[in-house]
């Protein structure tokens, strides 16, 4: 009896972990910041090269473990662990509370709304759909990073569609406006356009 109790639970154990590897897997697939920091992590021993582009992928999202990982790294582009430091040194995912947030942001408050979507990208007990959702609105009040991470969605075809013309013209409104990481981002272009060909042959 206690021997079929015992393969019951490790079946169960295997069937849960398989699950929860597809959904991880899923997610890096769709270009969440997050898990494509923690699945980045994980295979930098073994595979340097594409880790450090999905690493930059989050990072250019504002994952925050993200960005402190790639500065960490030896042989990486000297400008972009300058940006990555200045980045790091300027950045918290914790800054309010959840709930005081959400007011301010109801309230129409651009900088709680990107805010909100931070937690999203930073890993944060918060859904996809209502941080893009937060994002969207920061980005209709002209907050300038919402348009940069807006433009990063759509440079990329996170969440939304590819669409590099619509991309290119949210990351030069929200340079207009004020956004370095826009303005780095369209300076540095040729290094970053392709990297989510790191994608590709990812599987299960």
């Known amino acids: 009896m206690f021997f079929r109790k015992s393969i019951f639970l490790l079946i169960s154990l295997f069937l849960l972990n398989t ?26 021993a073994k ?27 030896h042989g990486i582009d000297n ?8 980045r790091a040194s300027s950045s918290s995912s914790s800054e309010n509370n959840i709930d005081d947030l959400n007011k301010l942001g109801v309230a129409g408050d651009a900088v709680a709304q990107y805010k909100l979507w931070l937690l999203f990208v930073n890993g944060e007990f918060i859904p996809k759909p209502k941080a893009y959702v937060w994002l969207k ?13 807006l433009g990063i969605l759509y440079y990329y075809g996170f969440i939304v ?10 990351l030069q409104e929200s340079t207009v406006l004020g956004s370095s990481n826009a303005q780095f981002f369209l300076e540095n272009l040729e290094k970053f356009k392709h990297l989510n060909k790191s994608l590709i042959d990812i599987k299960g």
């Open 19 to 44: 699950i929860y590897a597809q959904e991880s897997l899923k997610k890096v697939l769709d270009g969440e910041a997050h898990a494509l920091y923690e699945y980045g992590s994980i295979i930098s």
């Open 47 to 73: 595979n340097p090269l594409k880790a450090e582009s999905l690493l930059t992928l989050s990072a250019l999202q504002n994952n925050y473990n993200a960005q402190k990982f790639l500065i960490s790294l």
């Open 137 to 149: 609105k920061a980005s209709s009040n002209k907050y300038p990073d919402a348009l940069y991470s």
């Open 161 to 170: 569609p590819e669409q590099r013309g619509k991309a290119i013209k949210l």
């Open 79 to 86: 400008d972009f662990k300058n940006y990555l430091q200045q």
